[in-house]
């Protein structure tokens, strides 16, 4: 089981997402079920915000000094997950996602909802212990964040 805590603090994301924190349940209740941990009781935390507030926690944690889609703060390593009891409730983490630097930014032909739930997911990934460093970790997070895409777009409607 996932649950999810959405917090803004920017009120230009009222505009595009009514409910967000249903928003964000409905994704995970669309996920494929290799990633709902039926078994387990997983939590984390989603800060919509802007790219002020994103480009100053790149610099504090990545000493990148410009914003970015998406940042996550993982409380677990990937290979720990695995070892939790089922009763044992799991805070895997936080993300961040910049509204600017999403809905201001023009990716390919994706829409503004498709580019949430791919920044999200992308996010979700990285909570898990999941990466692009290396090409192989890439193909690996580019081939799920895909399949769960793919499980979830067609299937969300509301925005």
């Known amino acids: 089981m996932i649950n999810v805590e959405v917090v803004q603090d920017n009120n230009l994301w009222r505009k595009k997402i009514k409910k967000p924190e249903i928003f964000f349940k409905k994704i995970i ?3 494929p079920k290799s990633f709902k941990f039926k078994k387990k009781k997983i939590s984390f935390t989603i800060l919509l915000s802007k790219n002020n507030f994103i480009k100053k926690l790149n610099y504090q944690f990545r000493k990148k000094n410009k914003p970015t889609n998406v940042l996550t703060f993982p409380n677990y390593k990937k290979k720990d997950l695995k070892k939790f009891s089922k009763k044992k409730k799991i805070y895997v983490g936080d993300i961040v996602i910049s509204y600017e630097y999403i809905f201001k930014k023009k990716y390919n032909s ?3 909802k498709e580019i949430l739930i791919k920044t999200f997911i992308h996010g979700f990934l990285h909570l898990l212990g ?3 460093k290396k090409n192989k970790d890439f193909k690996i997070m580019t081939y799920k964040e895909i399949k769960i895409f793919n499980s979830v777009n067609s299937k969300i409607d509301e925005f």
Do not use: E, T
Request: proline residues 0%.
């Open 110 to 112: 994706f829409n503004n």
């Open 130 to 132: 999941f990466n692009h």
């Open 29 to 31: 209740s669309f996920f």
